[in-house]
Nanobody
Framework: VQLVESGGGLVQPGGSLRLSCAASGFPFSSYDMAWYRQAPGKEREMVASISKIGEITNYADPVKGRFTITRDNAKNTVYLQMNSLKSDDTATYYC????????WGRGTQVTISS
């Protein structure tokens, strides 16, 4: 299993970013996917999840209405569109899939600062 995140960076408050996670090594369309994040000194937390064909999504309360998770099963990729970014969104963002074990990508850094 390999999960490779991309799309992080430094943006000003109120800005937007789109994260991507390219997955390989498993039947992507057969698994729910999720994005987590971890800020310095804090525990890792779930940000958003999406079901196998994308019909069900769930979001953490702090990001509801601002973030959107989608997936493209033809490209084995899951996305996280992040709008109206706040300083509290600063964290390393990780792609996640649970098979027999939990699998994480290496993460992509998102920094919100003026």
């Amino acid at each position: 299993v390999q999960l490779v995140e991309s799309g992080g960076g430094l943006v000003q408050p109120g800005g937007s970013l789109r994260l991507s996670c390219a997955a390989s090594g498993f039947p992507f369309s057969s698994y729910d996917m999720a994005w987590y994040r971890q800020a310095p000194g804090k525990e890792r937390e779930m940000v958003a999840s999406i079901s196998k064909i994308g019909e069900i999504t769930n979001y953490a309360d702090p990001v509801k209405g601002r973030f959107t998770i989608t997936r493209d099963n033809a490209k084995n990729t899951v996305y996280l569109q992040m709008n109206s970014l706040k300083s509290d969104d600063t964290a390393t963002y990780y792609c996640f899939v649970k098979r027999i074990w939990n699998y994480w990508g290496r993460g992509t850094q998102v920094t919100i600062s003026s």
